[in-house]
Structures are given as C-alpha cells and as structure tokens.
C-alpha cells in the first residue's frame, strides 16, 4: 500500500521560501511518477508539479515554472517541492501525490493516491 506523509507547510511572508516533503516508502519513490497538487480556498485542486520514478521527467504548471523545485531525496524517502519567490496566490493546501506510471501527468484523476496535504500560507 502507498503512502504518503506531507510536511512543511507554514507561514510565510511574500518572497519568502517553503520546503515540502513528502514521505513514502522506498518502493514507491523508485516506482512512482509523483506529484504536487495545491487547493486554494473556494478553487479546485490544480496541478503543480510532477517527477518520474527516475527523476529524468517532470513537469510544472506555468504559474510555478522558475520559481518551484520538484525533486526526490532518496537517502530520505522523501519526494520534494522546493519554493521561492512565494506571492499569496500560492496559499492553498498541499497534497502529495502518487501514480504507478512513468509520465508526469497534470489530470488528478491519473493520481491514485493522495496525502492529507500541509497548508501553505503566504502573506501579503
């Protein structure tokens, strides 16, 4: 069974950085395409980014493209998302999240398991 542990979520200023994590297995950082997704109040749940079990594909979302890291950390099992240049239209809650194909889909359907998610909250 996959699991998957978000942490990292905070309280930021804007142009303030956060680092998320989400903790798994070892399995499933070899074997799953893993991704972020984001839900801000009152908006549906939109993707982020995403990594291949390799870490040789991934995928942003245009909004976060320059200024947002994903990778893997595999002396931690952990599965990353590195954010800078943060505004409070990053504010939303962080959901991890895990697929067992190698693309990096952007479809929340494609996703069959989910973390619980970690709040982001950025400051004006």
């Known amino acids: 069974q996959v699991q998957l542990v978000e942490s990292g979520g905070g309280l930021v200023q804007t142009g303030g950085s956060l680092r998320l994590s989400c903790a798994t297995s070892?399995?499933?950082?070899?074997?799953?395409?893993m991704a972020w997704f984001r839900q801000a109040p009152g908006k549906e749940r939109e993707f982020v980014a995403a990594?291949?079990?390799?870490?040789?594909?991934?995928a942003y979302a245009d909004s976060v493209k320059g200024r947002f890291t994903i990778s893997k950390a595999t002396t931690k099992n952990t599965m990353d998302l590195q954010m800078h240049t943060l505004t409070p239209e990053d504010t939303a809650v962080y959901y991890c999240?895990?697929?067992?194909?190698?693309?990096?889909?952007?479809?929340?359907?494609?996703?069959?398991?989910w973390g619980q998610g970690t709040q982001v909250t950025i400051s004006s």
């Open positions: 999240a895990a697929r067992g194909y190698s693309w990096p889909s952007r479809v929340i359907r494609d996703y069959d398991y």
């Open positions: 070892a399995r499933t950082l070899s074997r799953y395409t």
């Open positions: 990594i291949t079990p390799g870490g040789v594909s991934m």
